[in-house]
C-alpha cells in the first residue's frame, strides 16, 4: 500500500491518545496519530517522523503520523496498514504453502463469527478460511513482539479463531510486523501473560499463526518474507 504527499517532521510530544505536536518545516503543527497504542518507545521528541497530508481539508488535524524512524530501521505505526497490506498479499496469492491448498476465488473483509469480527474471510475452490490480522510495532533488541497492552479483545479473537477451525473453517492470524529486519517474534509473555498462553492454545487447537515483517518506505508498506515465531 501507498501513500502521498509525505511530509518529514520532527516529533515534539504526544498530546492525547489521538493527537501530537510536530514540527514541518520549522512549523509546530497538530497531527492526528493513526494507532492509539503505547508507542513510548517510538513517539519521542526529536524523533523523525512521517506524515501523510490528509485529503479532507477541513479537518482540525491537516497531517497523518504514519511512520517513525527509530535508530536505522523505519516503523509504521499506522493501524489501518496491516490489514490494507495483508489484503494485497491475499490477493497476491500469499497464503499458498501456507495451510492454503489451492488459489482464493472469493475475499470478504470484515466478517462476523459468533462474538467476533474477523478482518477477511476467504474462499479457495477447497477451503473456506477466516484470517485476523494484527499490527506489529513493538520492537526490542531485533525481537518483534505483541502486544504492547493488555487486549481481551485479541485473547477473543483467538479463541474464536480456534473455535472456527473445530467448525470446519481453516483459521489464521498472520502478524504484521510494520518494519524490516527483525529476526523472530514472540508473545509479549512479560505485558500480557494470557495472550501468550491463548496464542499456544490456538495453536494446539490447529489455527494457522504466522508473522511477516514488512518493506516499509517513507510512502509505503509491503508485506515481505516470513518471520520465525517463538512462544
Known amino acids: 500500500m501507498h501513500y502521498g504527499n509525505i511530509q518529514i517532521g520532527v516529533f515534539i510530544k504526544r498530546l492525547t491518545r489521538f493527537t ?10 497538530l497531527c492526528h496519530i493513526k494507532n492509539t497504542g503505547r508507542l513510548k518507545e517510538l513517539l519521542i521528541p526529536g524523533a523523525e517522523v ?4 490528509a485529503e479532507n481539508r477541513s479537518r482540525s488535524t491537516k497531517y497523518d503520523l504514519v511512520a517513525v524512524r527509530k535508530g536505522k530501521r523505519l516503523i509504521n ?10 489484503g494485497e498479499f491475499l490477493q497476491q496469492g500469499g497464503l499458498l504453502h501456507n ?40 520492537e526490542k533488541n531485533g525481537i518483534a513482539m505483541f502486544p504492547d497492552a493488555p487486549t481481551e479483545r485479541g485473547i477473543k479473537h483467538l479463541m ?12 489464521y492470524i498472520i ?28 495453536i494446539a487447537a490447529g489455527v494457522n499463526v504466522l508473522a511477516f515483517d514488512c518493506v516499509v518506505t517513507a510512502d509505503s508498506i509491503v508485506i515481505n518474507k516470513q518471520v520465525p515465531i517463538k512462544l
Open 175 to 202: 502478524f504484521v510486523i510494520q518494519m524490516e529486519g527483525v529476526s523472530q517474534f514472540t508473545p509479549n509473555r512479560k505485558t500480557h501473560p494470557e495472550f501468550a498462553t491463548a496464542l499456544a492454545d490456538a
Open 50 to 53: 512521517y506524515l501523510a497530508q
Open 160 to 171: 474464536e479463531l480456534a473455535q472456527s477451525k473445530s467448525d470446519g473453517y481453516e483459521a
Open 77 to 86: 505505526i499506522d493501524s489501518s496498514s496491516p490489514n490494507r497490506a495483508v
Open 99 to 138: 495451510g492454503l491448498h489451492d488459489d482464493i476465488i472469493h475475499i470478504k473483509p470484515e466478517v462476523h463469527y459468533e462474538g467476533s469480527r474477523f478482518d477477511f474471510y476467504i474462499e479457495s475452490n477447497s477451503q473456506k478460511a477466516f484470517v485476523e490480522v494484527k499490527g506489529v510495532t513493538l
Open 20 to 29: 501530537a505536536e510536530v514540527k514541518i518545516n520549522g512549523l509546530a503543527e
